[in-house]
């Protein structure tokens, strides 16, 4: 009899402990929900950008979720560059028919994997890109072919709206 | 027992306070059935589409609603239009942007995440477009004035003829249920102004209705989540207080006394 | 303070305590002996607690949305309320707590009138009870003035001219308040930043109030000493914390309510319009916790005698442990007291409602009634009270009421009659 009364007792204790733990929880959620992306920056998530008037061996820059996003319209001598590396002298084996689904428009996020710099345009000894921070070569295609950036500059998800516009996101 | 009776003296009194501080404003509001109110309240999502049709055909011509954007439209617990009835609707609003490369601002269809078009460039030019009064921002209107939905709702029906004795300027018109009869806006609604897609029948009273429940949403996006985790989270605290209580009365038996 | 030496077990335990005695008071802390009668009056200390953690963690989350820029404030709430992830419901929680932290701190300051936990040798603790308060008032002032709406702007700008009353200078103390010659932008960063620092300044009292209190121990609703440990305290873990606990989760249930069923019937609707220095609103009311002294103020014709009697009945209340002449602390056995207590009680309600009302005709003159009535409680009725009033016998423990049933003896007599 005894017994069955501790019994019950812990039943009751323990029950009461996970009840509370679980609204604790409940109420934590929100407190570290209200740092993530709120709606109206989810909402420019996509962005549209006119190419019309971008020449060969020309760049522009846009701004994307803060970020810049290089588009690149390639010269024949430079898509003719990023598709005869051969994959094994990469550190980041990527071919440049992934990266870009046209090849004449690179859209890359011109953001340096190493730590997070802005690489500049038709630098390095690769001819493609140069980061000035910690010195990272990238190539034609935007790989990563020497210094210490680990990847190739990342490609956003992106598509063509009609043969002048690009929506990236 | 005089415990008791000092407790219902102070419900008393309160009541009395209560009682005065309502016979205050005397103008009593139309009423109806507002599906969003009560414990479970929810919009009605048709209506929420009805008005913001009023609200597009009619109001908006004068009045702004800075704080909405067009995808809040499609927004769970608002008029939950589809996507792409958004997009179109979006897309039939000239947007001010800008400026381009060449330093110029430019005008293009609207997006998603665009606010609602302004009627007026500045407050400056709808005072001025106005007689001198300003067509208040209806974001949040419904919360900004003292009687709520019933307030609209019965401001939009309530216009008359001034009663004998009252002159009005011109540009002014008389409304029993503004504050001090006296409004500058016309009367905006008629039978029929408005033609609704899905055949409801436009009175006045309808598009009140409609153009109210839209502003309610407006000034509340959330109301529909709110009175869910409402409900949620008063459940779970009865549950927690009632095992609490039990978990208390069980440690202060250990005691030779009552809680 | 518990009297035996707390000694940690472990090794490692022992190693840091002596260094940094934070197990002590641990210790102390749970082992703390609290009178066994206490009633659930008593339980507001935790709640307020609760209720200014609440505050505390809401209102850091609300400042990583929230900007303090005239042109962008109201703005910024609105986006709060509409974009931010919970975002209405962090800022329902933060504007809603604001009342709840009030209504359970006037109940504790009643409850304190009523069982005299002010006297002798607790007035330290009260003291710094009222100076919380008044923080309490400054933080729940300027906050209500960060979301810039018209009620934000206008009661400002009042507010802030009551120092316009000071002789001499205070035309030149309301311009340096509001760093221009209006409530404006640098008027709303000042409040901004101090709103943001008051609360941190009440925490620190607030563990000075619970210093304080742990030196003589709590009163309880008999009012007198505690005579043996053993027998009338029990340890404050688990006892008095799974009491506090299950008052708290009542007192949620209430709040949750107000949160999200009724989140704007304490705020005025005025304050959904934009400030605008231009259109005074028709009414300027206080928020309701602030509706008594707004009474107090009005109901003096003179500027600055009204600034004057606002501030005297908040500081009068610091006199208290002085103006009351009685030994006995606790109103059960002080039948006239208990009189005179619900009448201020309906005087303090009264002057809240008139406060709420326009200053004319009757309402101006219940108002000067019950302000007449509120200092003459203090400086008269309660020092007159202690030497003339003919008090019940006290028991001799607190365990005696405390085993009858009840510690409200007239209770306890009304069970006795039933038993018979």
Known sequence: ?169 | MKKFSRIIFLIILITCFQYNSNAAEKVEYLKTDWSFKGLFGKFDRASLQRGYQVYTEVCSSCHSMKYLSYRNLTEKGGPEFTEAEAKAIAASFEVKDGPNSDGDMFTRPGKLSDKFVMPYDNVKAAQSANGGAYPPDMSVLVKARGGGVDYIYSLLQGYEDPPIGITLDDGVYYNKFMYGNKIKMANQLSDGLVEYSDGTNATVEQMSKDVTTFLMWAAEPHLEARHKMGFKAIVYLIILTTLVYFSMKRIWSRVKTEV | ?420
């Open chain 1, 1 to 169: 009899m005894a017994e069955k009364k501790t019994n019950r007792r812990d039943f009751l204790f323990t029950a009461t402990y996970a009840v509370g733990a679980v609204g604790a929880g409940a109420v934590v959620w929100p407190m570290i929900d209200q740092m993530n992306p709120d709606a109206s920056v989810k909402a420019l998530a996509s962005t549209e950008v006119d190419v019309s008037s971008v020449g060969p061996g020309k760049t522009i820059t846009v701004l994307w979720r803060g970020k810049p996003v290089f588009i690149r319209r390639r010269t024949d001598k430079e898509i003719e560059e990023a598709r005869s590396v051969k994959l094994e002298d990469l550190k980041h084996p990527e071919k440049d028919e992934d990266r870009a689904q046209n090849p004449e428009w690179l859209v890359m996020l011109g953001v340096c994997t190493h730590l997070g710099c802005v690489p500049l345009d038709q630098k390095g000894d690769y001819n493609g890109w140069f980061c000035p921070c910690h010195g990272s070569h990238y190539d034609t295609s935007g790989r990563i072919r020497k210094g210490p950036a680990p990847t190739n500059m990342e490609i956003p998800k992106y598509e063509f709206v009609n043969a002048n516009t690009i929506k990236i996101g």
């Open chain 3, 1 to 420: 303070m518990s009297d035996h030496e707390y000694n940690p077990k472990s090794k490692f335990g022992k190693w840091f305590n002596d260094r940094l005695p934070l197990l002590t008071l641990a210790n102390h802390l749970t082992d703390y002996p609290t009178p066994k009668n206490l009633n659930y009056w008593w339980t507001f200390g935790g709640i307020l607690t609760f209720c200014l953690i609440t505050q505390i963690v809401t209102g850091l989350v609300l400042a990583m949305h929230y900007i303090a820029h005239a042109d962008m404030a109201f703005d910024s709430v609105e986006h709060i309320m509409r974009d931010v992830n919970y975002g209405w419901l962090i800022r329902y929680i933060h504007a809603n707590g604001a009342s709840m932290f009030f209504l359970a701190v006037y109940i504790h300051i009643f409850r304190s009138l009523f069982y005299g936990s002010y006297k002798a040798p607790r007035e330290i603790i009260w003291i710094i009870g009222i100076i919380i308060y008044l923080l309490m008032m400054a933080a729940a002032f300027m906050g209500y003035v960060l979301p810039w709406g018209q009620m934000s702007f206008w009661g400002a700008t009042v507010i802030t001219n009551l120092f316009s009353a000071i002789p001499l200078v205070g035309e030149g103390i309301v311009t340096w308040l509001w760093g221009g010659y209006s409530v404006d932008n640098p008027t709303l960063t000042r409040f901004f930043t101090l709103h943001y620092l008051i609360p941190f300044l009440i925490l620190g009292l607030v563990v000075l109030h619970i210093w304080a209190l742990h030196v003589p121990g709590n009163n309880n609703p008999v009012g007198i000493d505690i005579k043996k440990p053993s027998k009338d305290t029990v340890p404050f873990h688990p006892y008095i914390v799974i009491k506090d606990g299950f008052a708290l989760l009542m007192f949620m249930i209430v709040f949750a309510f107000f949160v999200f069923y009724t989140p704007n019937i304490l705020g005025h609707a005025d304050n959904y319009i934009e400030a605008d220095p231009l259109v005074t609103p028709a009414h300027i009311v206080p928020e309701w916790y602030l509706l008594p002294f707004y009474a107090i103020l009005r109901s003096v014709p003179d500027k600055l005698l009204g600034v004057i009697a606002m501030l005297s009945a908040i500081f009068i209340l610091a006199a208290l442990p002085w103006l009351d002449t009685s030994k006995i602390r606790s109103a059960v056995f002080r039948p006239l007291y208990r009189q005179f207590y619900w009448i201020l009680v309906a005087d303090v309600l009264i002057l809240g409602y008139v406060g709420a009302m326009p200053a004319e005709g009757l309402y101006l003159l219940i108002a000067r009634v019950a302000t007449a009535y509120y200092f003459l409680h203090f400086l008269v009725i309660l020092p007159v009270l202690g030497f003339k009033e003919k008090t019940l016998p006290l028991p001799i423990s607190i365990t005696e009421p405390v085993l009858g049933g009840s510690p409200n003896l007239a209770a306890a007599k009304n069970r006795e009659g039933l038993k018979e």
